[in-house]
């Protein structure tokens, strides 16, 4: 399944989008390159899915242009792109069966023999039986891998994938997932997918912009982002992150001391999206499953140079693999941990006195000019 | 130990009015049927067979009609008025393919781009059905009438040089002509085209249009092969709303034609009101109802409908 148009880069440059007084998507510059997976990630109504329907044409920018390889694309009609678009509600042409489905976009560029292309494709998505079938007799996973077929077939240099798996239920969409990373690493066509799933983002991406407020907040690969969040947003948004206001005590050196309450605690200054001074503010975060925990009497086993903070256990619930606990502490009321059940210490229940501790490598620093709650519950937001 | 007996008696104490009440549950689709039935039977099924006996009766309005099964009737009916049978099906047909002509565009357009106009839209379309269907008939009698402005602009443009070569029009009338009962069946049945295919077409997901032009079909390819499609369901009961009442019609016929341009339903009144010939009459409208039920039938098979969403 080789191209035979070499794809080349995608790339954004300066493109916006207003709708009369809202601007939907600020002035933005982005290069996808070709061949690689890549997730726009954000909550809904942070321009990701405008910027996806700029670059197929279903949207024209009010400013910037979209170029394809050396091809810039920007004023083409979607009919004339070599882009094709997985719809979020799949759009299958409900009086055409998924044969027809599959075979329309080889049948509007004239080609004539598509009955082995076709076959082939269904045969990828593992739909080869169903090929007689209407779309309304087929399930929600089986329609999502014929827009996607319909999509592939075709060969596009860019396939945009506009929130997929959105319909599907969660074992389904697990299960897509790693399908949609096989078929890309099969036909290595440059995949950009929309969604605001961060954990569909991580597991498919090779790199993720997230988007805020029709901005690019960070971009990088998925645990570049994860260990090394820039904003609070994408701290938040993307997975957990505990974050402590602190002042900051001695900088300069390659590491920063930080005073926060009773706890002092350190960070790689590299590791701080800002550059901090002695006595200013900074926001130190920390991931629940870097933390360890334990009981207060046990205090003197942890090692010295962990930073470590004091609290108690105010909720905790067990989901299998892991205990999440809340810790009410005097640097941060809920810093919450994720505890491997390897070994479960019984004495780690709600009220207990508890040490928390972590290797300062595993710390980072944020500006405190930010918001500190930027990017939780936003999900379900609607813009 | 009388505790766990208690609900086992309850049970048995309460099987008979649950029986009832299922009986009763069963009974309610028959009880909504009944008014539509009763209706229908009187005013249906009732004059259907008063009719179906009339055709074949014999005798005349001073001597009273007796039942011969007279079937003759009908045969003779068919010989006398075939031109008029098929003058009705040939209106009928060409003021049916004039609608979806014009309602085509108008109902893609209120269902596609007049955005917030739609609902006025749609009002407009059924306003004419504020006045009375003769009213506004009669209207079109001043507005195709000889000398008037309709006439003379179609004139000045030729038009009427090629509808009166086309046997529509004959010399600079418009009046009393093919073409103006044409005209008045085309403008009374718009709406009930209109309506039907903006309800299909309204129902069509835009983002079809989407991912037809993302599949690399232009607009026009888009709508021959996604919109016009989908949209089947709206073309086949417009056309049956427009064309089934059309070829009955004689009130266009009457008043917008002449003795040159008389439809079925124009012989069938006057058999009715004038000739007192009421075996003839019934038995054309038994023939009228049995070409259109027969037309309908294969069109609906042909048009393939039950496959579509």
Redesign the interface.
Known sequence: MTDKTAGGDVRLAGISKHYGSFTAVHPLDLTIPQGSFFALLGASGCGKTTTLRMI???EEPSTGTVSLGEREVTHL????RP???V?Q?Y?????LDIYENVA??LR??GIKSVKKQVEDMLELVELGQFAQR?P?QLSGGQQQRVAVA??LV?HPQVLLLDEPLGALDLKLRRQMQLELKRIQTEVGITFVHVTHDQEEAMTMADTVAVMNGGRVEQLGAPAELYENPKTTFVANFLGTSNLIEAEVLEAGGSDVLVGSADARLRLPAARCSTTPTAGGKLLVGVRPEKISLVHAADEDTVAAGRNKVRGTISASSFIGVSTQYVIDSPVCPELEVYVQNIERDARLVPGAEVVLHWNPEHTFGLDAAQDIDAGIETVEEGA | MSAPATPAQAAVAAEPPVHRASLRKRLVPYWLLLPGILWLLVFFVLPMIYQASTSVQTGSLEEGFQVTWHFQTYWDALTEYYPQFLRSLLYAGTATVLCLLLGYPLAYLIAFKAGRWRNLLLVLVIAPFFTSFLIRTLAWKTILADGGPVVGVLNTLHVLDVTSWLGMTQGDRVLATPLAVVCGLTYNFLPFMILPLYTSLERIDTRLHEAAGDLYARPSTTFRKVTFPLSMPGVVSGTLLTFIPASGDYVNAELLGSTDTRMIGNVIQSQYLRILDYPTAAALSFILMAIVLIMVTIYIRRAGTEDLV
Do not use: E, I, M
Request: hydrophobic share 35%; aromatic share 16%.
């Open positions: 197929a044409g279903l009609p979607p009919y004339k882009v094709n678009t719809f509600s759009a299958l042409f409900p009086h329309f976009g509007r560029r209407k309304h319909r999509a075709n």
